[in-house]
């Protein structure tokens, strides 16, 4: 793959630093990144030719009716280059940007969120976006080969079990004559499942040293495959997903990749190809569906009336639209500073928190306009239809929303591991780490002293996180005592991910020189600051309900009244 003008190899500068570091340098955050001219003309040119392929091949009303997407439209996709967005031109890829790519998905999902999914599923997370990660040799070549050919992908991780155990439940046996792995297991919740060509899966290696977990790039017409049951979801209908079966499923071995003993994680590259893909398949969406919820409110507010005074002067609508507009604004500069400007392996916290940030803040905007349109606001298009009012497709957006929530993993098992992750990295520095001198805050006068109290208390924020983290890692030497300590570690997953997408915002003010963008800046920081003081005062300290006791309580009573009935 090409080097991109818009991710420099050199490694960028970081809010985790700072973050470590207990001190918010405002030279951080002084030049916001933008997104070079070059790179947005040739972005422009894929996102409006996406938008006429998606509004001439696609009815999403029809789609979400009848949970199917027309005929030929993978052939479509494979025809228009959709299929590889980010790959390199030799193999027939568009050799887009990850901003670029993440805007095109956007555009897509605002059309039809099953499309712009299936964009982002095999951008994302298939194999065309493991390409990057694979070394040269037999599985590299074989994988630029399929996917040149248009083949499509996906990723096989979730396993009935759950995604969240440490090794899948999934084998993978090396074969008596050492050529072959063998897979066998079940995968459930597959992205393009159904569909796929060429599909990577996570299995287990069990052997006499122990365990490894094994990356296995499976050629769907090989015997034993199977996709034993469709899966169908109350958003994204359409999506094409999949319960499958690996029965004795073999998998030359060139076409393994292995990881290293005992470790149950994903190879470095493949991580973080893995965490932009799930901002492709949930930021994006989410982004769309905000800017949608956006839009729909001011048509709204524009068409009402209430007794004779227009919608738009009642306080509360005022506080409603001003919500959803500095919201908006706040995830737009989260996704900038996560994807511009950084190459593949940098700013990976970013890239995480980013996740949860767009869907939650996604949820809460159109969750806001369903309760600005009232009952319109759960009413079905063609209800409306019937009746003659603008056939907003709104219920939709709500379904699909709440979907973005849970996919790529639930959101507070992200925040749990937002969390784990940072506290490692405390547990590496504590006690050889000195405390940083105290240094005065910069003040940018760019920011209005509204925005500059925010950023006072932002800096306010780092220093206490810092203090919070070093003494949880020097109370509990052991990580595992700690870490069992999972809605702690929850809250400050969700206070990290806040205080960064607060500074992303107030970043981006400063550096507009627009009193607009300073008045979003100031409502967008000023709901973060509500939500940081509740996690705040929420963080566990050790006291409190017994919630072990009422949960295990009402469980032994309910297990024990099942097992009578059994009986």
Wanted: aromatic share 8%; hydrophobic share 40%; proline share 7%.
């Amino acid at each position: 793959m090409h080097p991109r003008p818009t991710e420099p190899q050199a490694p960028a500068l970081t809010f985790l630093s700072a973050l470590e570091s207990g001190h918010l340098d405002w030279e951080l955050f002084r030049h916001f990144p933008e997104q070079l001219p070059t790179d947005r003309k040739a972005g422009d040119a894929v996102v409006a030719g996406v938008e006429t392929f998606m509004r001439d091949r696609l009815d999403p009303d029809e789609i979400d009716l009848t949970g199917q997407l027309p005929d030929g439209f993978l052939d479509d996709l494979r025809a228009g280059g959709y299929l590889k967005l980010r790959n390199s031109a030799r193999i027939g890829g568009l050799e887009l940007s990850a901003y670029n790519t993440f805007r095109v998905i956007e555009q897509a999902s605002s059309w039809c969120m099953p499309a712009g999914q299936m964009l982002a599923i095999q951008a994302g997370v298939g194999a065309p976006a493991l390409i990057p990660a694979l070394p040269p040799g037999p599985l590299l070549d074989f994988v630029n080969e399929r996917i040149g050919g248009g083949a499509i992908s996906g990723f096989g991780l979730t396993e009935p079990s759950g995604q969240n155990n440490s090794w899948p439940g999934m084998t993978a046996t090396l074969s008596a004559d050492g050529a072959h792995y063998v897979l066998r297991g079940s995968k459930v919740f597959t992205g393009h499942g159904p569909v796929a060509d060429l599909l990577p899966v996570a299995a287990t290696e069990h052997h006499s040293g122990g365990r490894r977990l094994c990356i296995c790039f499976v050629d769907t017409s090989a015997p034993g495959f199977e996709v034993s049951s469709p899966i169908e979801f109350t958003g994204s209908r359409g999506l094409p997903n999949g319960a499958l079966r690996f029965h004795e499923v073999r998998v030359p071995v060139a076409h393994v990749v292995r990881g290293e003993p005992e470790d149950p994680r994903f190879p470095e590259l493949m991580r973080t190809a893995v965490m932009a893909g799930q901002l492709y398949f949930t930021g994006a969406p989410a982004m769309a569906i905000a800017r949608l919820c956006r839009g729909w409110s001011g048509e709204f507010v524009a068409r009402r009336r209430i007794n004779g005074l227009p919608l738009g002067e009642y306080d509360e609508i005022q506080r409603i639209v001003a919500d959803t507009l500095a919201e908006v604004y706040a995830m737009e500069s989260v996704v900038r500073w996560s994807l511009l400007e950084s190459g593949p392996g940098d700013r990976w916290f970013e890239r995480l928190a980013a996740k949860n940030l767009l869907v939650r803040t996604a949820w809460r905007i159109v969750d806001r306009t369903v309760s600005l349109y009232g009952a319109e606001g759960i009413e079905t298009v063609p209800s409306k239809r019937r009746r003659g009012v603008p056939p907003v497709p709104l219920e939709r957006r709500l379904r699909d929303a709440r979907g973005l929530r849970i996919a790529g993993n639930v959101d507070f098992q992200l925040d749990n591991q937002a969390g784990q992750g940072l506290l490692a990295r405390f547990y590496l520095t504590a006690g050889t780490d000195p405390e940083p001198p105290l240094r005065p805050a910069v003040e940018p006068t760019a920011l209005s002293l509204a925005n500059q109290a925010h950023l006072r208390s932002m800096a306010d924020q780092f220093g206490e996180f810092r203090r919070t983290c070093l003494d949880l890692v020097r109370r509990y030497p052991r990580q595992s005592e700690l870490f069992a300590q999972e809605h702690r570690l929850i809250l400050l997953g969700r206070i990290a991910a806040e205080l960064f997408a607060a500074c992303a915002t107030l970043a981006r003010a400063g550096g507009a020189l627009d009193d607009d963008q300073q008045a979003l800046a100031d409502v967008y920081c000023t709901a973060a600051r509500h939500r940081l003081a509740d996690h705040w005062r929420r963080l566990p300290d050790g006291s409190g309900p017994d919630f072990a006791t009422v949960s295990r309580n009402w469980l032994a009573a309910r297990n024990a009244s099942a097992h009578q009935n059994r009986m």
